[in-house]
């Protein structure tokens, strides 16, 4: 019989690879689990909890928020701020950073960014979707932390993770000693280890971008689909084309299986859609720590300077091998110098 490591046994014991750790990493992940157990919960029953539709308000990116994303938001904050290890949190949901001001979190360490239910759009029809998070460590040490402490670059994280709320729950995430997952067992309410050292294939067959915005495309994202569509055996090409809309979803899928997800710059979104701080970099972190690759198409995500809460960034990620090859499309077809023009012209700056 297979003993069952729970993820709060299993973040004790690697507590150990960090010889100054005193459990305040520890213990902000174990609250991260609970509310993302609360999320599971009302996610599983939407459709009797009147919990599907819209909340009747919008957030700062201008998008008609679910009444999931308002419910899952707060559950996140609640267990933050209760929990006492996180003093801001920056969440796709709230236009500025909320201070937690708890008499316990106020000099906390660590700054939580966070897109409590990621791929909105599928809630209200059963499709999978799912948690983004993403931790950081205040770098001043006086008073109350300020915007330094909260714009900083993706390689500055010290865990990243998401939830996945689909045929069963998983978390997964990593604290830079690579990438673990944990399927929710409901009978004993507990995140078990069911996904050790996690690896994304260097190589895959999976494709994954709306096809629906190809004629918006800069003309290296076209080159790339065109590639990935020709039929040559010996590259096991045509791959297949995969997208549900959620991002979390289709990266788990490319983690577990290879492949690649594109969400590249397009005419109604010219800095691309997803976010930098809290979509991106967190994926990022992960999908390297699994071996494989993230970038804009030109440059590593990771690197990428962040100047605002809610910036918006092109994202190439996935198996490093494909990532490379739609990079060379990048390079070769829409030069980083070049405007793209979305009549396909290319004019030269
Ligand atoms: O409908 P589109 O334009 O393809 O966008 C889908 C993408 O937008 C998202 O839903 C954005 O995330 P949110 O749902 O958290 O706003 C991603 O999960 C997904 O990959
Ligand atoms: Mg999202
Ligand atoms: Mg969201």
């Not at 494709?207 to 040559?232: L, T």
């Not at 899928?253 to 859609?273: C, D, E, H, L, Q």
């Not at 994926?283 to 809460?309: C, H, P, W």
């Amino acid at each position: 019989m297979k003993a069952v490591k729970t993820l709060g046994q299993f973040i004790i014991e690697k507590q150990a690879d960090f010889p100054y750790a005193k459990g305040e990493l520890s213990r902000l992940l174990r609250d991260i689990g609970i509310a993302a157990k609360i999320v599971n919960r009302e996610v599983n029953k939407a459709g009797l909890a009147d919990i599907l539709g819209e909340a009747g308000t919008t957030n700062v990116q201008g998008e008609c928020q679910k009444k999931l994303d308002v419910y899952a938001n707060e559950q996140f904050i609640t267990a933050l701020n209760s929990g006492g290890e996180c003093c801001i949190v920056v969440s796709e949901e709230n236009d500025e950073y909320i201070y937690l001001d708890s008499e316990i979190s106020k000099n906390a360490k660590y700054i939580v960014a966070i897109d409590p239910l990621d791929g909105s759009s599928n809630i209200d029809v059963n499709v999978g979707v799912g948690t983004i998070f993403s931790i950081f460590r205040r770098k001043t040490t006086e008073g109350k932390a300020t915007m330094e402490d909260v714009l900083q670059k993706g390689t500055e994280q010290v865990a990243a993770g998401y939830v996945i709320y689909g045929s069963s729950t998983m978390l997964v995430y990593t604290t830079g000693k690579g990438v673990n997952g944990f399927t929710l067992d409901p009978s004993i309410g507990e995140f078990c280890l069911s996904h050790p050292d996690m690896r994304v294939p260097k190589d895959g067959v999976i494709y994954s971008i709306n096809e629906g915005y190809y004629a918006h495309f800069p003309d290296g994202v076209k080159k790339y689909i065109k590639y990935c569509q020709v039929e040559d055996a010996k590259t096991s090409r045509p791959y297949t084309s995969r997208y549900t809309g959620s991002m979390v979803a289709d990266l788990h899928r490319n983690m577990i299986k290879g492949g690649i997800f594109i969400y590249p710059v397009t005419a109604s979104a010219p800095n691309g859609k997803l976010r930098l701080v809290y979509e991106c970099n967190p994926m990022a972190f992960i999908i390297e720590q699994a071996g494989g690759k993230a970038s804009n198409g030109y440059d590593r995500i990771l690197e990428l300077d962040v100047t605002d809460l809610h910036q918006r960034s092109a994202i190439f990620i996935g198996s490093e091998h494909m990532v490379a090859k739609a990079e060379e499309m990048m390079a070769c077809f829409s030069p980083q110098k070049t405007k793209v023009t979305f009549e396909g012209v290319l004019s030269i700056q």
